[in-house]
Structures are given as structure tokens and as C-alpha cells.
């Protein structure tokens, strides 16, 4: 059953006068086991929606819509599926002890309901046959799948989990239900890097289509994981992937039109190289997973920069993380230039996580706070709106509100690729 959290405005939900409380147990005879069979069984013209009111009361619904309308009805969050592996890298593993994070942040999800609806990456090691059936059912397609290793030996020690040396057969099992799927490594030298890379890219090139695309991260750490036999990529080892990279890419251009194999920006910075352009990603399906952002920023900001008002004696600060402070600073001599702005570009290095973690969505709040002081009297202070949730909170949980009552004379505003903030400011 689904419990409803809100109904959306101007809904066929709210036209029936479903409120929140209200627990959908089934439609069309079939139960509602979670937020994704509701979304997969309302999409039909014709429903009978079995409910039980907050009074407790039990009622049938039927409904008339457009095939595919939504009904509107928010449901409460699922049970998470919870990760079964053991991998040394694990980001929720280098989550501090004692301090309070957002508590989304300590839950170790492996949860392939999740990779089909919001792209989350997952490893396939903890499904029973009842999800393999669903999986197969539904046409959960396309799924992200973290396959790090084709070899059996080197996926089952990265994972520390027998079930990952039975990645082939998983796959196999993906693509007889006619399921496609973005594949992902996670790069750690010694590991899963050179010959087993090599590997790895031609078994996943060999399948074809199912395979939508392969993309190479190196291995993140924080300052709470770092001894854990697994160490960063030496800029000689990021290089040699590089490489590899780049043939498979050739090999792809010349034979399907698509480059279909990408590596994350943080591998480029690693090897010493500048992040690539736009043109790289081919259609940027996989920047919502972290590869493409900077070029993606990049990108935008000059293809809008025409477009920004003048700003003459506006003074604006950019709070960034590590890894985007050069391009930040490319462009905001690019937007002063284009608007009479003055802007600084303040690089943060996180306190929480040490300094391997160069994303500015991963900075907590206080680390903000502190960066932006020196900025008070700035008319304007812009930061990634990927370090808040939905909430609007950052990762140690502080709150957005909290950080502009801190700084009052200083108009702060998330931003997506900084030329929507100051088109809006």
C-alpha cells in the first residue's frame, strides 16, 4: 500500500478530494506495493483506485483521465532496499561519527526502484527473483548499473560481496528482459584500472545497444575512508585511462556515431589536463550523474552571457568547491566583462570531508558561512543549488534561511549555472 503525503494543485487527485493520510491499496485489482507501482498502474485511461481514507474508511475511486495523466497524488517516501557490499570507497562509510549530516546521507541504498526513476546507480547484488520478475514486467528501462568490472575476481573485491562476481550473468539477465542501462566504473588503481579496464570496456562494448553508455569516475574518498587499501589516482594512472578511453571513443565514433564512453571531469583534473567542452558527452544524458557538469556550466553561462542585464557597481561573490574554482574564475572575468559586475570567486576546501572531495554540491553550510563572511557587504552571493536538497538544507544540515539570517546584508541565491541567479537577482 501508498500512503499520500500531498496532492498536487489542479489534479484528478484533488477534483476527487483525496487528501494526505489517504492509503491507496490498489488499482484495477492489482495491489499498490510502493511509489513505483502507482506510477506504472495509473498510467491507464480507466482506473478503479481501491482506497482507505484518513477516517478509515475504505472507498473506490473510478476514475476517467487521459492514458499516461498523472492523478497527482504525492506518495510518502518507500523503504529504502538497502546495500548488501561491503565497498571500501563507500561515501556513506566516510560520513563522520560525530557530527549531525542530513540524515538521507547515512542511508546505504542499492535500490534499483531508485535507478529507474532517478538515475541511481546500483549494483544488482541484492535482487530476488520476485525483483528480476518486476524488473522484467514493468520495462524498468533504462537502469544504471555500477559494474565497475567485468572480471568475476576484481568486481567481487571491490565489492567485497560473492554476489558481485556474477555481473555477467546479471547482465545477461537485463538484456533477455530487453532492458537497457548506463554502466558506470568507479576507477581504483591497482584494482579495476589498466588490463582490467581494458577489459571491462570491450566486454561492455561487445554487448551493443542494450549498453547506452559507459562512464569512467575515479574513486571519490573523504579524509574518513582514505585507509581502506584504497588510494586516489596518481595523474600518471588517471592519463593512462585517458588513453583508453579515447580509443574506445574512436572505436564508437567510427562504428555507431556515438563516443558512447566518457570520462568524468575529475579524471581530466587528476591527469592535469582542463575538462573537455560540451562536445564530449555527445547529448549530455549522464550530467545529473556528475559527468559533464563543469562543461555544462561552462557552456551555459556563455551561451547565455548576451543575455545577462548590466550590472555596473554590483559587486558578487561565487563560493565554489576545488575541482570548479578555475572555471569560475574564466568566467566571472567573462561576465564582468559582459555586465560591469565586479566578481570574486571564493574556493572552498570542505572541512567535513577533507580536501580529496572537490565538489562544491558536497560543501556543508558552515563552510559557506565562513568563505562568504569576508563578503558581507557584497550585493550578491551565488552557490551551487546542488549542495541543498529539496529542503533547501545543506549537507550538515543547516539551513539555507540559517545562512542568509548569518549574513543579512548579503543577498543570497542557489544557483544552477550562475547566469540563471543573476538573470533572476
Known sequence: MVRVASVRGGSVGEDLGIQPGTVLIGINGSELRDSLDLQFLEADATLELEARLPSGEAVTFEIEKDLDESLGLVPE?????RCTNACPFCFVKGNPKDRKLRSTLYIKDDDYRLSFMYGHYVTLTNLREEDWARIREQRLSPLYISVHATDPEARQRMLINPAAASIGEHLDRLEAAAISYHAQVVLCPEVNDAEILARTIEDLYERGDPVLSLSIVPVGLTSLNDDRGIRPLRADEAERALKQIDEARARALSERGRAWCYAADELFLQAGREAPGGHYFDDRELVSNGVGAISTIRDRVRAEIDSLPGLAGRRIVLATGTSMGPTMEELAVEIGAATGATLRVVTIENSLYGPLVTT??????????????????????LLTRTALNEAERFIDDMALEE??????T???WPSEHVTDALIAA
Open 360 to 381: 562544491a554540491g558536497l560543501i556543508p553550510g558552515h563552510d559557506y558561512l565562513q568563505a562568504l563572511r569576508p563578503f558581507a557587504d557584497y550585493d550578491l552571493g
Open 403 to 408: 545562512l542568509r539570517s548569518q549574513l543579512p
Open 410 to 412: 548579503l543577498s543570497i
Open 77 to 81: 517516501p518507500d523503504k529504502i532496499r
